[in-house]
């Protein structure tokens, strides 16, 4: 099966709420697969089932709403993510999607598993990856994309998008004195750091993005940082050589 250019579609916050019907329908306008959207609200499975079954209630609604075929995939663990059948479900989709919770659990549950394996085979064939942000997270570029270095640095990204680390909820950590400049001053050299704001949404195929939603998105570059708004664009196509 051919390869095709991948599509992202990364949001700040709020998954499944009205704003972002219009972005989510360009992203699977051009999509492969069954027309279906594989909705895994896995980051939030250490709140408990009601939690998980609260966000995939959610999703279903959201794409019922949008007329849109959609199916809660029930990936709550390491040892889901090691079944067949479930990385059967998600590569027949045209976008997985991945809500909110806790990116460190989405991480290991992910990584490495026959699950994970089905996504980038699905993205490679022209699939959507969706996620919102422990979602959109775990899309950063991975320590071993880095040679490992710098400890704990983006320990949640698992390579989806190469050269970029992406932050969430990038308006409210301006309440958090300190937290952004840290946050930016970790990302590797030769990494972009793109922060999306709350009810916001980036979409692009890891090199070119285009802004979506209500808030704005923050690039860090090798000259500073540039803020984008809804219907501009940025690339991340080249290294951004100095930023560190």
Not at 155 to 175: A, N, Y
Request: hydrophobic share 45%.
């Amino acid at each position: 099966m051919s390869e095709m250019a991948p599509t992202f579609l990364l949001q700040g916050s709020g998954e499944f709420e009205p704003w972002t019907a219009e972005v989510e329908r360009r992203a699977l306008a051009g999509a492969s697969g069954d027309g279906s959207v594989a909705i895994l609200p896995t980051a939030s499975a250490p709140e408990g089932d009601e939690v998980f079954d609260r966000w995939g209630a959610m999703g279903l609604a959201h794409y019922a709403e949008m007329g849109v075929s959609a199916e809660v995939v029930l990936l709550k663990t390491r040892d889901d993510a090691m079944r067949d059948d479930l990385a059967e479900r998600v590569e027949a989709a045209s976008m997985t999607f991945f809500s909110g919770g806790k990116p460190q659990h989405l991480a290991r549950v992910l990584e490495g598993a026959p699950v994970f394996a089905a996504i980038r085979r699905a993205i490679d064939r022209g699939a959507v990856f969706a996620g919102c942000s422990a979602g959109a997270m775990v899309a950063s570029r991975s320590r071993a994309q880095s040679g490992g270095r710098g400890g704990t640095n983006w320990v949640f990204g698992l390579g989806i998008v190469e050269r970029v680390s992406f932050g969430v909820h990038w308006d409210r950590m301006k309440r958090l004195p300190g937290i952004r400049p840290f946050v930016m001053a970790r990302v590797q050299p030769g990494a972009w750091f793109v922060g999306i704001d709350e009810r916001t949404a980036i979409l692009g195929d890891g090199e070119e993005w285009e802004v979506a939603g209500l808030a704005t998105v923050t690039v860090r570059h090798e000259r500073g940082t540039t803020v984008y708004r809804a219907g501009e664009r940025f690339s991340t196509a080249a290294p951004p050589s100095g930023v560190g």
